[in-house]
């Protein structure tokens, strides 16, 4: 969900890039543009025996390439991401990381200046 200069319910397709640096593509019902994010602080912590896991990313972002209603999109500014989850126990009894959560939660939140045409 996005609100500001327009309140809309839509998707963030990820980057699959392994840098600090993405360009997402938020697609609304109206149009979509895309959102440039750089990593400039990140952590993680987790707990072995419980398998709760928790990631924070702070950085910026750029807004571009709108189509539809967000054509002529522009905008920047800072966002957090947290992210907690709970990863799957191996037979072995250990928390394998590499598999998909069994819990997962993300959210983003971002502050700065948007300007629609």
């Known amino acids: 969900m996005a609100w ?13 890039s392994n840098s600090n640096t993405g360009t997402d593509l938020f697609v609304f019902a109206g149009g ?3 959102v440039t994010h750089t990593g400039k ?5 987790g707990n072995a025996k419980t398998c709760f896991v928790e990631f924070i990313d702070k950085g910026t972002y ?10 002529g999109i522009s905008g920047h500014g800072t966002f957090i991401v947290t992210a907690i989850g ?4 191996t037979k072995a009894g250990t928390c394998n990381q590499n598999a998909n959560p069994v819990a ?6 971002a502050s700065g200046p948007v300007s629609l045409p």
């Open 41 to 45: 602080s990140m952590s993680q912590s």
């Open 86 to 89: 709970i990863a799957p126990k």
């Open 104 to 109: 997962f939660q993300q959210i983003i939140s």
């Open 32 to 34: 979509t543009f895309k």
């Open 62 to 71: 750029k807004l571009s390439g709108g189509t539809g209603k967000y054509e």
């Open 4 to 16: 500001g200069p327009f309140a809309a319910g839509g998707v963030d397709h990820e980057s699959t």
